[in-house]
């Protein structure tokens, strides 16, 4: 999917609000590197297998076996979140745009129904924030718009509880660049259409300084580099750009997106001036 913000004016900024999460934030896909996984049960449905089945590039199969842990009990906090993280991630791989779709707004429901769940937990919200952020692209303006704030709410939600949290660092990089990218006249238009916080707030400012804040929590995961980049890129300071992306390329995949990622980061150093 061509996830490049075209240059909408006029009455058609409801559409860019829709689309102010598309390039990948939250999300997402991966807050920290995770540690070398051990098994420890001989279980199918724990969650060490599943993430070894994540981790081990078969996101598919270990969204099968969470789902089989909701079934049989829906308030199991712990396949929920790994259920939306599975989905966000099955959703960017995939080419079909229709089951691209579908993917985005499973993620959506399992992130906010873990949320809900455990409310106070800063790896269930960004998650959450991450899913639903792919979600709102998958609605109309009202309803997408509503999303983006819930993203904005859950983000600073998680800051509260980790102030160096990386992964709500990203997403609200992410955030205040897109609005930031927007014309002035569609900021402002859009502010008249729908009182939502990223609206009002953005800045360049805050777009590179979350960014930074992520990469310094976690400068190992290639999402982060890849969405500062992007930002630094956006304000035409190529050579920052250019080094932040070949120190991606130079990471290993962990992620099953982070090859996509790899892919996303070569097209967009070809593109640079």
């Given at each position: 999917m061509n996830t490049a913000l075209p240059g909408w004016t006029g009455p058609a900024v409801v559409l860019a609000l829709a689309l102010l999460l598309a390039p990948e934030p939250t999300a997402a896909q991966g807050v920290r590197t995770p540690p070398a996984l051990e098994r420890t049960t001989a279980d199918p449905l724990a969650n060490d297998v599943v993430d070894e089945l994540f981790f081990g590039g078969r996101p598919s199969e270990a969204f099968q076996r969470l789902e089989l842990r909701i079934e049989r009990d829906s308030a199991d906090v712990e396949a929920r979140w790994r259920a939306a993280r599975a989905a966000l991630n099955l959703g960017i791989l995939e080419d079909r745009e229709e089951a691209e779709e579908q993917w985005f707004v499973v993620a959506g429901d399992h992130g906010e129904a873990a949320a809900s769940l455990r409310p106070d937990d800063s790896e269930v919200l960004y998650w959450a924030a991450a899913s639903l952020g792919r979600e709102a692209l998958q609605h109309g303006p009202r309803t997408s718009t509503r999303l983006v704030q819930q993203v904005w709410d859950l983000t600073h939600r998680v800051l509260e509880l980790d102030p160096d949290h990386p992964g709500a660092h990203n997403i609200l990089g992410k955030l205040n660049q897109e609005v930031m990218?927007?014309?002035?006249?569609?900021?402002?238009?859009?502010?008249?259409?729908?009182?939502?916080?990223?609206?009002?707030?953005?800045?360049?400012?805050?777009?590179?300084?979350?960014?930074?804040?992520?990469?310094?929590?976690?400068?190992?995961?290639?999402l982060f580099r890849r969405d500062y980049g992007e930002t630094l890129a956006a304000l035409d300071r190529h050579d920052e750009a250019r080094a932040m992306w070949q120190a991606a390329l130079a990471l290993p995949s962990v992620y099953p997106v982070d090859d996509r990622f790899k892919d996303d980061i070569r097209r967009m150093l070809a593109e640079l001036p």
């Open positions: 990218s927007l014309s002035g006249f569609e900021r402002f238009l859009g502010r008249l259409l729908f009182s939502i916080d990223p609206l009002k707030e953005a800045t360049w400012e805050a777009a590179l300084d979350h960014h930074a804040r992520a990469v310094e929590a976690d400068p190992s995961t290639i």
